[in-house]
């Protein structure tokens, strides 16, 4: 899960995406994602990768589109989300 330092998100899988990009020979073609799933509220960090496709689940529907590629909001908690999907 690609998170940043100010989420406070503590799961086993997360992954900085500040580590990687602020690498000095960074290649960012090798980082481009398909799909962002975005959660939650709060970043502080404004990636450089190259995004495909955002999907924001939020349980209030606000539009938030960080990365300018936003294509589905779903207005759901995100545990009911990874349920469904």
Same mark, same amino acid.
């Given at each position: 899960m690609?998170c940043?330092?100010?989420?406070?998100?503590?799961?086993?899988? $997360?992954?900085?995406?500040?580590y990687?990009a602020?690498?000095?020979?960074? $290649?960012?073609?090798?980082y481009?994602?398909?799909?962002?799933?975005?959660?939650?509220?709060?970043?502080?960090?404004?990636?450089? %990768?190259?995004?495909?496709?955002?999907? $924001?689940?939020?349980?209030?529907?606000?539009?938030?589109? $960080? %990365?300018?590629?936003?294509?589905?909001?779903?207005?759901?908690?995100?545990?009911?989300? %990874?349920i469904?999907?």
């Amino acid at each position: 899960m690609l998170c940043d330092h100010t989420s406070n998100y503590k799961g086993k899988h $997360r992954f900085h995406g500040s580590y990687v990009a602020a690498q000095e020979y960074l $290649r960012r073609e090798d980082y481009v994602f398909d799909l962002v799933i975005d959660l939650g509220e709060i970043s502080g960090d404004y990636y450089q %990768f190259d995004v495909n496709d955002v999907w $924001r689940v939020a349980a209030d529907g606000e539009i938030k589109d $960080r %990365f300018g590629k936003l294509t589905n909001i779903f207005e759901m908690d995100e545990t009911d989300f %990874f349920i469904i999907i």
